[in-house]
């Protein structure tokens, strides 16, 4: 069964684990190419674009694959909604495996807000000490309150940070532990955090830091997605999986 895996977050490298040994499959794991050094892949890997719909549903086609898999970041709204239409036009079947998005707990002082426009007015005019956890993209936004210091944390270094007048850049990779967001927070005297409402435990300690710190978050939520099947466990991904192998 040869299954192509839109990849780039955890869940698409549990899955890429899952499928390794197994002799059943072939699976391919597609990475984006935005991040320089993504973590190796246990299976055959492929990075780059597919040159859009028609690309991906003729990539489907050619190398027979009999399942595609959305393991993209649920903010990836643009390659979800190409594997949905790719699927449709190539009669591969399509599942998203994405994990649920975070909810507030008790103490939480969330603002969830529809956008990166939205999160940056959310700041306010009074100068703050920001926390960037949203990734790379649209840091540009940000330049449109210059009055506040962001802590920019990312994997690359994004060339837009030089339109933020008062930041520092921190390089790293998830996961994060409590403990050392705690630590920095309180060392960079943290007075506010932005993120992505991408949910999953890799990058969730920084919400119960902030909730002990009584940091407000700014919370950007995730796009809708609509028109195909969802999974949030890898035990689901797997029995969908096998109820969609090919008739010998």
Not at 7 to 28: C, H, I, K, M, Y
Not at 46 to 66: I, K, P
Request: glycine letters at 8%; aromatic letters at 6%; a neutral charge.
């Amino acid at each position: 069964m040869r299954i192509l895996i839109l990849g780039g977050t955890t869940q698409a490298s549990d899955l890429a684990s899952a499928l390794a040994t197994r002799a059943d499959v072939e699976p391919l794991l597609s990475l984006a190419g935005r991040t320089q050094n993504p973590a190796p892949a246990p299976i055959p890997c492929r990075v780059g674009g597919f040159g859009g719909v028609e690309g991906l549903a003729t990539f489907l086609r050619d190398h027979q694959f009999d399942a595609l898999i959305d393991a993209t970041h649920p903010f990836a709204a643009q390659i979800s909604a190409n594997a949905r239409a790719a699927s449709a036009a190539s009669s591969v079947p399509l599942l998203v495996f994405s994990r649920p998005a975070w909810a507030p707990n008790e103490g939480d002082d969330w603002s969830e807000v529809g956008g990166v426009a939205e999160a940056v007015a959310a700041l306010g005019a009074k100068p703050r000490r920001v926390f960037l956890t949203h990734g790379r993209l649209q840091l540009a936004a940000f330049a449109a309150a210059p009055q506040h210091f962001y802590l920019v944390r990312a994997i690359d270094r994004p060339e837009e940070l030089r339109l933020l007048p008062h930041h520092k850049f921190i390089s790293a990779r998830g996961p994060f532990t409590l403990e050392g967001e705690r630590d920095i927070m309180r060392a960079e005297r943290i007075e506010f955090l932005v993120s992505k409402n991408s949910g999953g435990g890799a990058t969730a300690a920084k919400l119960v830091a902030a909730r002990e710190l009584k940091i407000p978050v700014v919370l950007i939520a995730r796009p809708q997605a609509e028109g195909a099947e969802e999974a949030a466990r890898l035990a689901d991904v797997l029995d969908w999986i096998e109820a969609h192998r090919p008739a010998p």
